[in-house]
């Protein structure tokens, strides 16, 4: 991903969704958005005297679009095919109402990594933000902030109309389905609070020590050239430990394979009793 002008900071730490689909998985969290799917709507009014203003928003997140609406005008609505569109209509009586800005911000051509996706809260327990980043309109790269809050309670069909400035629509949208599915945390740890998990665990430990043993040695290295001028073996910080580390994990590995057969000494450094 490369990063783009007008893109929110901690936007471009976030991973891309592989392809848009209502049946996603984000940062391993699998969630289920298609009871979603549909023509929703929702919008804001404000007073612009001697007239109204209407902010006018449809979209539908998991089919191919809004469609044509019949009875409007071909400009005055969004092209077939468009997921998410505003509409600014200004209202002056006793005058028809005029549509003055068609926007699209989401369409179904829109590229897939255009589209970012990112849980939100301890394992998306508190829903899901979706980024858009739309085309061009007068001149203006067009983004959508589509925040999903997981509420349980919340029963309304449609967004919330957050805001629109030049270049940006925010909608905010409470729905049980924002909710990761039940166990839906893929490649988990599984038991409550455990973290990144027991495996997890021990791939941090295998990293640390690999990073710890390489520091380790170039260290050494460069110590003891610079104070005492070694070369080739000499090089390796406790030379004597190290060349008999492969007899040590030979002693090791068959005194516990000894004693797992039940058999006695077996290693190099074994006594006898005297007398």
């Known amino acids: 991903m490369h990063p783009r002008r007008g893109l929110p900071a901690f936007l471009l730490c976030l991973p891309l969704a592989a392809a848009w689909t209502c049946d996603l998985t984000a940062s391993s969290i699998s969630y289920d958005l ?6 929703r709507r929702t919008g804001r009014d404000s007073s612009t005297p001697p007239s109204t203003s209407q902010a006018r928003v449809e979209l539908d997140l998991c089919g191919e679009g809004i469609g044509v609406e019949e009875g409007v005008p071909e400009e005055d609505q969004c092209e077939p095919g468009t997921k998410v569109c505003l509409r600014m209509i200004n209202h002056k009586p006793p005058h ?16 897939d990594d255009n589209v970012w996706t990112t849980p939100m809260g301890r394992k998306g327990q508190e829903g899901l933000k979706v980024w858009v980043e739309g085309p061009e309109y007068a001149g203006t790269k067009q983004n959508l902030n589509l925040t999903l809050l997981c509420s349980t309670s919340a029963t309304d069909p449609d967004p919330t109309f957050v805001s629109y400035v030049p270049g940006r629509l925010s909608l905010e949208w409470a729905t049980p389905d924002a909710c990761p599915r039940s166990g839906g945390i893929i490649g988990g740890g599984g038991g409550g609070g455990g973290g990144f998990g027991f495996f997890g665990f ?14 380790y040695f170039a260290i050494g290295i460069l110590y003891n050239h610079q104070q005492y001028s070694a070369r080739g073996w000499d090089l390796v910080p406790h030379r004597d430990f190290w060349r ?22 077996g290693s190099r450094g074994g006594y006898s009793s005297l007398g």
Do not use: C, M, Y
């Open 34 to 39: 298609s009871p979603l799917s549909g023509l």
């Open 96 to 111: 028809a109402e005029r549509v003055i800005s068609v926007i699209p911000f989401w369409t179904t051509s829109t590229p």
């Open 244 to 265: 008999e580390f492969p007899v040590l994990v030979q002693d090791l590995f068959g005194h516990v394979f000894n004693n797992v057969r039940g058999g006695g000494g």
């Open 202 to 215: 021990i791939k941090f430990l295998f990293w640390v020590g690999l990073v710890g043993l390489v520091l």
